[in-house]
């Protein structure tokens, strides 16, 4: 099995990376020895992803895009400068990405995209509103995209997580008071280890909380 990671700086991205095999990487920042390949981009504009056209050469069974960021935000001091950057982030460069690798053909026969996403999208904590916002635009769009995608054999799927103990997690809880307990990240590894070799998952938002 063979992946590609695009946002692979993460400190998610590279802990999935470290216990996996056969893992390619674009990363826009340096990043550890667990790829095989790292293919750098200055950052994630429209123009720069796709010139890696010309660079990225093979075929993977799953592509994940753990591009995205959280920053607090609140609808009632709305700011839409702010929120089109949050917006970019989370959504559009998520969906330029996949884009860029159904229209390159990235992926081998019943091959799949995943997006990383967040339980945030179904929920309404104060302090969250660009980043659920964000996020459900996201996992409703894979679903379209699925859609759009099954005569051509490729899947799509959201992998939704709840609150992980690392720096955005830990972020997140304290700025929402967010009474949810911590998820286990090896716990949630082991799953999608199980997940990335099943073919049959399309159109799926699954959720790790």
């Given amino acids: 099995m063979k992946n590609l990671y695009f946002g692979a700086s993460s400190d998610l991205a590279k802990k999935f990376a470290k216990s996996m ?37 093979e075929q993977y069974d799953n592509v994940l895009i753990f591009n ?17 950057d949050d917006f970019n982030i989370n959504y559009l460069t998520p969906m330029e990405i996949s884009s860029f690798v159904i229209q390159k053909n990235l992926l081998k026969k019943n091959g799949a995209i995943y997006f990383i996403s967040s339980i945030a999208a179904s929920e ?36 939704s997580f709840g609150l992980i103990k690392n720096q955005m997690g830990i972020k997140v809880k304290k700025i ?30 699954i959720k790790f909380y």
Avoid: M, P, W
């Fill in 68 to 84: 995205g960021s959280f920053s607090s935000s609140f609808l009632s001091t709305f700011s839409r400068k702010k929120f089109l």
């Fill in 176 to 205: 929402t008071n967010s009474n949810k307990k911590f998820i286990s990240l090896n716990n949630s590894i082991k799953k999608i280890k199980v997940i990335l070799n099943n073919k049959k998952i399309n159109k799926k938002i």
């Fill in 124 to 159: 309404d904590k104060i302090g969250n509103a660009n980043y659920s916002i964000s996020k459900n635009a996201l996992n409703f769009s894979s679903q379209i995209l699925s859609n759009e995608q099954k005569k051509r054999n490729i899947r799509v799927n959201c992998i």
């Fill in 21 to 57: 095999e056969n893992v390619d990487a674009v990363s826009s920042k340096k990043i550890n020895k667990h790829y095989s390949k790292v293919f750098k981009i200055n950052n994630y504009n429209h123009k720069n992803i796709f010139s890696l056209k010309k660079i990225i050469t």
